[in-house]
């Protein structure tokens, strides 16, 4: 994952990049230099999915990192399931993606993770920072609750 994540850096035409990691070995190991790649190639359009995976917070951080930095980034997916990630990887997600100001198009879902309401408030305060046109928001098999739904309904 390392090296398909240097092969984006070498390709600096690359706008659009759709990724989908299904039932791999993938790892923190592979996961976080591949997500601290993205920063350096100027991806514009992200679709990223890392489903039963054995990615946790460590890949989730470092992906937050990366998304600070991409300020021309127009539409992001990202999709996490049956993986190791936390309130502490949504929170950092939420915090970077106030910063994301050219986002028109959000997509966004956690499904049997270890997400709570903690980190799902923080999810939306940082959305509530963007000018979105287009935002799908999908929780699964997590704890989330009322809260977040309130934070929602508020936003």
């Not at 092969?7 to 990049?17: G, T, V």
């Not at 890949?59 to 539409?75: E, F, Q, Y």
């Not at 999810?123 to 934070?151: C, F, K, M, Y």
């Amino acid at each position: 994952a390392s090296a398909l994540g240097e092969a984006f850096c070498h390709c600096p035409r690359i706008s659009h990049l759709s990724l989908m990691l299904y039932k791999t070995g993938i790892t923190d190991r592979g996961g976080k230099p591949l997500v601290a790649a993205l920063a350096k190639a100027g991806i514009t359009d992200l679709d990223l999915r890392l489903f039963e995976t054995g990615v946790s917070d460590e890949t989730g951080l470092a992906l937050a990192d990366s998304l600070r930095i991409c300020t021309k980034m127009n539409t992001l997916h990202l999709g996490f399931g049956d993986t190791a990630i936390t309130d502490t990887t949504v929170t950092a997600l939420g915090h970077s993606l106030s910063s994301c100001g050219s986002l028109d198009k959000v997509s966004l879902e956690f499904y049997n993770t270890k997400l709570t309401d903690a980190g799902g408030k923080e999810l939306v305060s940082g959305l509530e920072h963007l000018s979105l046109q287009d935002l799908d928001l999908r929780i699964g098999e997590t704890q989330v609750a009322e809260e977040t739904g309130v934070a929602l309904g508020q936003s």
